[in-house]
């Protein structure tokens, strides 16, 4: 199994991004993906999460109107689509899945991981 993640970049205050997870050697259809990152110097913490069934679950209320997430079965492939960023989300930027929930995502460990993307937020 692997995962690859991609989108990451330099952009202005106000800009958007587009990250990509795609996976190999399984279906991501058939798994929660969440969105992890961590700042310089702060812990990891989960910014929202694409259950089996396509909800959304926002564990970052300031992501909530600003981020959101879509599957391409056909390219097995979860997108985070990021607007109106600001220098608060700069971090790296991690893709975990795992047969499980929302909920469980943000306590145990997802099996599987991307390596991370960074994304900076600066003029």
């Known amino acids: 199994v692997q995962f690859v993640e991609s989108g990451g970049g330099l952009v202005q205050p106000g800009g958007s991004l587009r990250l990509s997870c795609s996976a190999s050697?399984?279906?991501?259809?058939?798994?929660?993906v969440i969105w992890f990152r961590q700042a310089p110097g702060k812990e990891r913490e989960g910014v929202l999460c694409?259950?089996?069934?396509?909800?959304?679950?926002y564990y970052d209320n300031s992501a909530k109107d600003r981020f959101t997430l879509a599957r391409d079965n056909a390219k097995n492939t979860v997108f985070l689509q990021m607007n109106t960023l600001t220098a608060e989300d700069t971090a790296v930027y991690y893709c975990?899945?795992?047969?499980?929930?929302?909920?469980?995502?943000?306590?145990?460990?997802?099996?599987?991981w991307g390596q991370g993307t960074q994304v900076t937020v600066s003029s």
């Open positions: 975990a899945a795992d047969s499980t929930t929302a909920q469980a995502m943000v306590r145990v460990s997802p099996r599987y």
């Open positions: 050697g399984l279906s991501l259809d058939s798994f929660a």
């Open positions: 694409i259950e089996h069934s396509g909800y959304i679950i």
